[in-house]
């Protein structure tokens, strides 16, 4: 039998997927793979901005908002891992070559977001993630250890004859539709979201909850199928496709939201699942399909609007909108999933040798609602933790058998999603 052979597969290239490939020795023989491109990760659509423990006065509060926007539904052990090692990660992102934004005198700026007590959250611009997550995929794309292959799909899991180990996975070349099996010590899925089960989504709409429907298959335990966050505000648009996020800072530096009147009717900075409610019951009351957000309310003006959120001004002029001088329509899109494959402090799943990190996993950080800016920080915390966890766990042992005849791929991927679809419908029920 042909398999292709590597010591750690991840499949998922976001800043979960990058970050374990680049806390792995040096000599250790890394494949990852992505549905899409390389770039088509929602790790580069994050506009926002990463929390960052300002100092040890913070702790307290950071790990009150973070369990309070979470319904105090959140694993304590997971949120004080997550506040422990944030000040280390951005070191180590700064160190990537990361440019945060810096006041006059060259120390870090910190914008605040809804649910946040205090300013705590470190940007570029309005497109952080996009910063952050090209300089990882820079610094794997210069390690020689890593092969990274995109337009490929994870089609099923390679397991031992007794399927009680992770072997690797059954992946398809998707310009070819040829299938092949990779053999790997360790497998990491870092696959993102599940936005592209949605209609109107902020995420990619490859991202289907591949990871997800590949371990509720195998019986792989799968928890809170059912926390799926929209946020508040999204370009409203009567088109289809990607929904266009209006990051939660511009709320945090003072974007108001408004009735058909002009009228403040929530405030900006509650939880995102408290906001949305909001929006929603003023729609209700309206007979409407948005309601308003209004820009010119931020603190500092057009400046701040030019300086911090270039992005979103261009987008909303390219449709029609001119900040500047009118409210925005905004409407409530899918946006993050807070459930997915259970995980522990280390990334480990119930299947050994099968790790899940990011936004595909669920260890708990989040509880029912996740706190603004918290993703790409636990991501990129617990993916660094599953590497080190590989090294210390060794490979998996034993022989798999594969036949390529056996995967009908279209069939396969319908399957999966209505599987993944049925299962966030049914706890919700």
């Known amino acids: 039998m042909d398999m292709r052979s590597y010591d750690v597969l991840i499949v998922g290239a976001g ?3 990058l970050n374990c490939a680049l806390h792995l020795p040096k000599e250790t023989r890394v494949l990852v793979v992505c549905k899409g491109g390389l770039k088509e990760s929602d790790s580069f659509l994050a506009q926002g901005g990463i ?15 973070t369990m309070r926007a979470g319904h105090y539904e959140n694993n304590p052990f997971t949120v004080r891992c997550m506040i422990e090692n944030s000040r280390k990660t951005i070191e180590e992102l700064i160190g990537f070559g990361v440019r945060f934004a810096r006041d006059g005198n060259g120390e870090l700026r910190f914008t605040r977001e809804g649910a946040h007590s205090r300013p705590r959250i470190l940007f570029h611009a309005d497109c952080t993630g ?21 337009h490929t799909t994870m089609i099923d899991l390679l397991l031992s004859e007794d399927g009680e180990n992770c072997l690797g ?9 040829g299938v092949y099996a990779v053999r790997a010590g360790n497998t990491v899925l870092a696959t993102g979201g599940v936005g592209g089960l949605f209609p109107h989504s902020t995420n990619f709409r490859i991202l289907t909850g591949d990871g997800v429907g590949v371990c509720l298959e195998h019986a792989i335990a799968v928890d809170h199928a059912d926390y799926v966050q929209f946020h508040p505000t999204s370009l409203y648009t009567t088109g289809h496709g990607r929904s266009f996020l209006i990051s939660e800072s511009v709320r945090g530096e003072g974007a108001h939201l408004i009735d058909r009147e002009g009228r403040r009717f929530v405030d900006e900075l509650l939880p995102r699942d408290v906001v ?5 019951e003023q729609m209700r009351k309206e ?15 057009a400046e701040t609007l030019r300086q ?18 009118e409210p925005i329509p905004v409407v409530p899109a899918q946006h993050y999933f807070m459930g997915g494959i259970r995980s522990s402090l280390f990334g480990r799943t119930t299947m050994p040798h099968l790790y899940a990190v990011g936004e ?15 993703s790409l920080l636990e991501a990129l915390i617990f993916a660094a933790r599953a590497a080190e966890d590989i090294v210390r766990t060794g490979p998996a042992k034993g022989e798999a058998a594969f036949d390529p005849a056996a995967y009908d791929v279209k069939t396969i991927e319908r399957a999966r999603k209505a599987r993944v679809r049925k299962e966030i419908h049914r706890e919700r029920k």
Request: hydrophobic share 30%; aromatic share 6%.
């Open 130 to 150: 996009k910063e952050i997550t090209s300089h990882l995929l820079k610094a794997v794309q210069k390690c020689p250890n890593v092969e990274l292959r995109p």
């Open 15 to 17: 800043v979960a997927g």
């Open 360 to 374: 595909t996993c669920c260890n708990g950080v989040h509880g029912r609602n996740r706190l603004a800016s918290n």
């Open 287 to 301: 007979g409407s399909d948005h309601v308003r957000l209004d820009l010119r309310t931020v603190e500092g003006g």
């Open 51 to 65: 929390c960052v423990l300002r100092d040890k006065g913070d702790y307290q509060s950071y790990f009150e908002d």
């Open 308 to 325: 911090h959120f270039p992005g979103i001004v261009e987008h909303c002029r390219k449709e029609g909108y001119d900040v500047f001088s």
């Open 169 to 177: 996975a059954v992946l398809c070349e998707n310009a070819t539709g």
């Open 276 to 280: 949305t409610a909001a929006i929603y």
